[in-house]
Nanobody
Framework: QVQLVESGGGLVQPGGSLRLSCAAS????????MGWFRQAPGKEREFAAA????????YYADSVKGRFTISRDIAKNTVYLQMNNLKPDDTAVYYC?????????????????WGQGTQVTVSS
């Protein structure tokens, strides 16, 4: 199985940028479909971005499309989420997740492995 550790969260002003990292250990990320989800206070966990299992396709929530970019560094066994033009509504705990099955990449309950999360706060 894989272990996931997120980092890179913090406090940023509206319009600012952050890059989240998800360091994987135990198994290579090339054997998983990787995704980012987020959960704001009092709300359900929601999809943000993901790779398909083969990583040849990326998926984004409409709310982040054009502002967020998911990428990966196989040599570092790490997945990233570059977040630009951040808005107060992006404030949430961001989770990295992995699954070894295919399809429906935006569905959180299909992901088997989760990190502990990293807090992102967008505020002036």
């Amino acid at each position: 199985q894989v272990q996931l550790v997120e980092s890179g969260g913090g406090l940023v002003q509206p319009g600012g940028s952050l890059r989240l990292s998800c360091a994987a250990s135990g198994r290579t990320i090339t054997t998983y479909a990787m995704g980012w989800f987020r959960q704001a206070p009092g709300k359900e966990r929601e999809f943000a971005a993901a790779f398909s299992w083969s990583a040849d396709t990326t998926y984004y929530a409409d709310s982040v499309k054009g502002r967020f970019t998911i990428s990966r560094d196989i040599a570092k066994n790490t997945v990233y989420l570059q977040m630009n033009n951040l808005k107060p509504d992006d404030t949430a705990v961001y989770y990295c997740a992995a699954r070894d099955t295919r399809g429906a990449y935006t569905t959180s309950r299909l992901y088997r492995y989760w990190g502990q999360g990293t807090q992102v706060t967008v505020s002036s």
